[in-house]
């Protein structure tokens, strides 16, 4: 996915938006006619380029090729086109190996001089001197296709030229392929079957999420929940994206999901290799119960038996897998008990994390900076000290010593769900202090006017630079009553030990005594659209200058959900291309229910959810956002409300760490 997606801009940006000019050989008289035989002439004898390529050995000869023999090769050549050569433009295919940036080809051949804007004209103006493009080979299409650099301002007329030049010197059928949705619209004016990003992502039988490499045994598993004992040593291969996922060493699905689900984010956090490979439990039938050696690259996938030294030595890694992960550092805020009294979201800042848990603090940082055009919904915040005193009145301390001596509960992970879940069914039918609940219910009607609210958990080990604790805890969404918030609180407090969250803690070595809940009451929002985004390219971590935003109509539970897949776009702030990886597959959008929770409400499956406009105000706000967290990568949940853009988590993001 990295290489359809990244490796064209990273090659043209090179140069055209902030490399040093090369050296320039200052050519002779005769020389500096553009496209004069004798220069054209000199590229064949010194094979610099060629004016056609007339055969698959000509392209196979001036070809560079990504990820040479793995099915997701891509092959491609460099092209110029000389639009003030006379009687005709002059076509250059140019040695890629050779020459791996338009800007070293023609200065070498004397084409090109001057600065750095002299190149960047032939990337900007409409009556520029060059076309600059490449031609690839798509294994996905199985053909070739041409393409720009996402930001070029291609008009039709060029796009016709482009096409005309090509065509005449080339020896197979060639497509455009837009790099932007900008690109896209000039390819249909101009008359072109145009192919897309999202056209080739879609033909994609496999997409790296996380690459790495790990040794476990290999599961296959219809769903995580049928595979009740999955194990940290386990590679599971799942027919269907899961919601959640106990800690395990590496994971296939059958079904794509965004960079930002849930399952994927707990997968950068533990730092083991991700894809989705279609049909994957039919190919991996014969490996299920050994153990094996998986590699996840950019583009494919390896699966070989383990040898008994990777065996051994992968099990010794795991006993030491906590001490590790945590580097003998704290990965969890250090709750102060001392704090009972509720708080506003307007008055939190990062100190309040010891008292309310980052999501809430991070939020309320957000409010405060005041973001243009961004709006956070209102809230209040029920400190870790209420859920430390009502877990120290009915013995929590005592009922999780009983647990853990349980027969089988250490080394049976399908006894410690059965005995999770019914310690969660416990602690939700534990009564409430009465003057507690009352003063919940007071704030919801004083503060919020007996709005509908979202019941949203604030731990203290989630939101953290170490470990996201995406999807382990609970969220009860659009509670309407004062009986319905005194159970969704207890809820939230019970999904601490929610199956998933256990497992989390103890393979990142988080001690159960070092964890508390604060829970966020805040203003339910029933919004037109709504997702998460990344202050940067999560397929190329040397893109900073880009965003990835994922988008479903509706409220974006499901958008973190994984479980189909959400409208995906890149943004550039350098060269404001909007890059369409694909639209989104729900074809039902979930709205709040006047009764409470949520419904679902039908809508149009592959549609676009966010407009050419709307895309570069969101990156903008990820950008202010990401600048008062001091510089930091952000992952951001938000939702559109008519034009307004509320923002509604804010955390870092995640890296994966290499095990």
């Known amino acids: 996915m990295r290489r359809a997606t990244a490796w064209l801009a990273g090659a043209w940006l090179a140069f055209a938006?902030?490399?040093q000019a090369q050296p320039v050989r200052k050519p002779s008289a005769y020389e500096s006619g553009a496209g004069s035989p004798v220069q054209a002439a000199a590229n064949r004898a010194s094979g610099d380029a060629l004016p056609a390529l007339?055969?698959?050995a000509d392209f196979d000869r001036l070809a560079r090729v990504y990820d040479a023999g793995s099915p997701g090769a891509m092959p491609h050549v460099l092209f110029a086109i000389d639009r003030h050569a006379r009687p005709a433009p002059r076509l250059y295919f140019i040695n890629t190996p050779r020459f791996q940036l338009h800007d070293n080809f023609l200065r070498h051949q004397g084409l090109l001089t001057g600065d750095r804007a002299a190149l960047n004209r032939n990337y900007r103006d409409a009556d520029r001197r060059f076309l600059l493009g490449t031609l690839s080979w798509q294994p996905a299409l199985s053909g070739y296709t041409y393409e720009f650099w996402e930001g070029d301002r291609l008009t039709p007329a060029l796009l016709r030229t482009t096409a005309q030049s090509l065509q005449a010197g080339f020896f197979a059928p060639l497509r455009f392929k837009a790099n932007s949705t900008a690109q896209q619209a000039v390819g249909e004016a101009a008359g072109k079957h145009v192919v897309t990003q999202e056209a080739l992502l879609g033909a994609?039988?496999?997409?790296?999420?996380?690459?790495?490499?790990?040794?476990?045994?290999?599961?296959?598993a219809a769903t995580a929940e049928a595979a009740v004992q999955l194990a940290p040593q386990d590679i599971v291969v799942l027919r269907e994206v899961p919601i959640s996922l106990p800690p395990v060493s590496g994971v296939l699905t059958e079904r794509p999901s965004t960079v930002l689900s849930h399952v994927n984010l707990l997968a950068r956090g533990w730092g083991i290799p991700n894809a989705f490979v279609q049909d994957a439990a039919r190919q991996l039938a014969r490996w299920d119960g050994q153990w094996v050696h998986l590699e996840v690259r950019a583009s494919d996938y390896a699966v070989r038996a383990a040898t008994e030294a990777?065996?051994?030595?992968?099990?010794?890694?795991?006993?030491?897998?906590?001490?590790a992960r945590t580097g003998g550092q704290r990965l969890t805020i250090a709750p102060d008990l001392r704090q009972s009294a509720l708080q506003p979201l307007s008055a939190l800042r990062q100190s309040g994390r010891k008292h309310c848990g980052a999501k809430a603090a991070n939020l309320g940082e957000v409010n405060a900076a005041r973001l243009e055009h961004v709006q956070v919904p209102d809230g209040f915040c029920i400190p870790f000290a209420?859920?430390?005193?009502?877990?120290?009145?009915?013995?929590?301390?005592?009922?999780?010593?009983?647990?853990?001596?349980?027969p089988g509960f250490a080394s049976d992970a399908g006894v410690r769900r059965q005995a999770?879940?019914?310690?969660?069914?416990?602690?939700?039918?534990?009564?409430?202090?009465?003057?507690?609940?009352?003063?919940?219910q007071q704030r919801w009607q004083s503060q919020l006017t007996g709005q509908g609210v979202f019941v949203r958990s604030s731990s203290s080990s989630e939101d953290l630079p170490g470990f996201s604790g995406a999807g382990l805890y609970t969220t009860v969404p659009n509670v309407r009553s004062a009986e319905g918030l005194a159970t969704a609180v207890r809820q939230v407090w019970a999904s601490v030990y929610n199956f998933e969250a256990w497992e989390a803690r103890a393979a990142a070595g988080i001690a159960e005594s070092e964890v508390a809940m604060a829970v966020l009451v805040q203003t339910a929002v029933d919004s037109s659209a709504s997702g998460v985004m990344i202050t940067r390219d999560p397929f190329?971590?040397?893109?900073?200058?880009?965003?990835y935003i994922a988008a479903k109509r509706g409220i974006g539970i499901r958008v973190v959900e994984g479980q189909r897949v959400a409208e995906q776009i890149l943004y550039s702030s350098r060269s404001k291309a909007i890059q369409v990886l694909n639209r989104s597959a729900d074809d039902v959008a979930l709205q709040l229910d006047p009764a409470g929770g949520v419904r679902e409400v039908p809508t149009t499956a592959g549609r676009a959810v966010l407009t050419d406009a709307l895309v570069p105000r969101l990156a903008a706000v990820g950008l202010a956002v990401q600048r008062r967290f001091g510089g930091q990568a952000?992952?951001?949940?938000?939702?559109?409300?008519?034009?307004?853009i509320l923002v509604l988590q804010a955390r870092p993001f995640v890296d994966a760490p290499r095990r």
């Open 17 to 19: 938006l902030g490399a």
């Open 54 to 56: 007339a055969n698959q």
């Open 204 to 220: 994609q039988t496999f997409i790296a999420l996380n690459t790495g490499a790990a040794v476990g045994r290999l599961r296959i």
């Open 310 to 323: 990777e065996r051994q030595t992968a099990q010794q890694a795991l006993q030491r897998r906590a001490a």
């Open 386 to 406: 209420a859920y430390a005193d009502f877990m120290r009145q009915h013995g929590l301390a005592e009922r999780i010593a009983r647990m853990r001596q349980q």
């Open 420 to 440: 999770l879940s019914a310690l969660r069914e416990e602690i939700s039918h534990w009564p409430l202090d009465a003057s507690q609940a009352q003063a919940w």
């Open 540 to 547: 190329d971590t040397t893109r900073r200058h880009a965003t």
């Open 634 to 644: 952000q992952d951001i949940e938000w939702a559109l409300q008519g034009e307004q």
